[in-house]
């Protein structure tokens, strides 16, 4: 069956870095696209950014320069990579891929707090 199972949140202080990972399995996963959203309480989710199949990257304004998307088809696994951490970035962090985007992960929290 499908799944999309997300790791790597935590809590880390402003400034910090943390890598969140999205395993896939079940599916062809090199042939969608993969999108990373956030949820903050209270706030609707954020589309935080885009890979392609073909690795073309696309990033929200709020993340452009500080966060990086990846992906590794052989391994089936999509990455960000969270640098220059602000308290704003606390949400519960969301995988999501599949024909018209209909696979999501269970999410991982990151916490930016000192």
């Known amino acids: 069956q499908v799944q999309l199972v997300e790791s790597g949140g935590g809590l880390v202080q402003p400034g910090g870095s943390l890598r969140l990972s999205c395993a896939a399995s079940?599916?062809?996963?090199?042939?969608?696209?993969v999108r990373w959203h956030r949820q903050a309480p209270g706030k609707e989710r954020e589309l935080v950014a885009t890979?392609?199949?073909?690795?073309?990257?696309y990033y929200g304004d709020s993340v452009w320069g500080r966060f990086t998307i990846s992906r590794d088809n052989a391994k089936n696994m999509a990455y960000l990579q969270l640098n220059s951490l602000r308290p704003e970035d606390t949400a519960v962090y969301y995988c999501?891929?599949?024909?018209?985007?209909?696979?999501w992960g269970q999410g991982t929290q990151v916490t930016v707090s000192s």
């Open positions: 999501n891929t599949g024909r018209a985007y209909a696979y």
């Open positions: 079940g599916f062809t996963f090199s042939s969608y696209a």
């Open positions: 890979i392609g199949s073909g690795g073309g990257a």
